[in-house]
């Protein structure tokens, strides 16, 4: 029996060659348009500036991070889970990666070893938790107004809502503390996905087509005087489906959604279509259409982590796989 050393044979798995002590895990990833909005105050008639909300976001990872982790966690007691910032590498212009940790407590249960079938009691408190690592990818680029992020689907992890949730705390602790002159808060958007057009494509008829855009997007005198406070910031906008046809023209739903995907200043925010298939009655929508990938990353043999830094090395390559498409 050979014990203790590197063998550096290469061994050929499912098409993909590895070393014998190579562990490759197939990683979902999601991706979604982030957007840092400026708060601002009635005497406040500056313009937007992404320079600035970079800087701030900067400036606020900075604040996080610099923080004991006892004051950086968020206990989401209804989930029974604390989430924190671990790690933050900034690449500078708008471009971060970010590793997120949780655990859950409250969860104690037997023991097993599963291969001996002996038991080994509870050897966990009710307050100790498994820590779990969620991997996001925040790029900026050029003048664009929101940022695309990459979101790694961790089952036992954080979803993209904790993190923004925990992230704009975060913003408001850090302008309270640091006396930032703008207030900001973040919110996202789901990338669609090629999938929406394949579903389009599978349509007999098609009974209904909404766009959700802006109001502030409309201008024209209805508008103006629909002008009201509570009126909804969003508007559905209804289009007629042309008479003697049973579907919408195809170069007219990708024109659409050619929009929705943009990544600066889409006036589109969502499309929802009705109709019928070959199933019968269906209705899809741009926001439950993500945009989804999976990556083959390098797993810690210890544990079966994902490999960090393999991981941001994977999703970059992609996000500039995708770029080179555009």
């Not at 996080?64 to 982790?69: C, E, H, N, R, T």
């Not at 023991?111 to 820590?131: N, P, Y």
Request: hydrophobic residues 30%; charged residues 35%.
């Amino acid at each position: 029996m050979t014990v203790g050393f590197y063998c550096p044979i290469l061994c050929e798995v499912e098409g993909v060659k590895m070393s014998a002590q190579e562990l490759k895990k197939s990683v979902p990833i999601y991706f979604y348009y982030l957007t840092i909005s400026k708060q601002k105050g009635s005497k406040d008639e500056s313009i937007y500036d992404i320079s600035k909300v970079i800087d701030s976001l900067s400036n606020m990872f900075t604040y996080v991070i610099g923080k004991d982790l006892t004051e950086r966690k968020k206990d989401n007691k209804s989930s029974e889970k604390v989430i924190w910032l671990d790690s933050v590498k900034d690449l500078k212009d708008g471009n971060y990666d970010l590793i997120f940790k949780s655990a859950k407590y409250n969860h104690v249960r037997n023991e097993i070893d599963t291969e001996t079938m002996k038991e080994l009691g509870t050897r966990k408190r009710q307050q100790d938790g498994d820590e779990e690592k969620t991997h996001l990818c925040i790029r900026h680029s050029g003048n664009e107004m929101r940022f695309l992020t990459v979101h790694e689907s961790n089952h036992y992890g954080i979803t993209l809502n904790g993190i923004v949730e925990y992230l704009n705390e975060q913003f408001i602790k850090y302008n309270e503390d640091c006396k930032d002159e703008f207030h900001y808060i973040i919110s996202y958007d789901i990338m669609p996905g090629e999938d929406f057009l394949s579903s389009i494509k599978k349509a007999r008829t098609m009974s209904a087509l909404k766009l959700i855009v802006s109001k502030d997007d409309i201008k024209d005198d209805f508008m103006g005087f629909a002008g009201r406070t509570d009126i909804d910031d969003e508007v559905e906008i209804c289009i007629k489906r042309p008479k003697g046809v049973k579907k919408y023209p195809d170069n007219l739903i990708q024109a659409y959604f050619r929009e929705n995907q943009k990544k600066q200043n889409s006036k589109i925010k969502r499309i929802t279509i009705k109709g019928t298939n070959e199933a019968g009655k269906f209705e899809i929508d741009t926001d439950l259409m993500k945009m989804k990938h999976y990556l083959s990353v390098k797993g810690l043999t210890n544990t079966n982590e994902v490999d960090s830094y393999d991981f941001f090395l994977r999703a970059q390559e992609f996000i500039d796989e995708m770029r080179n498409k555009q």
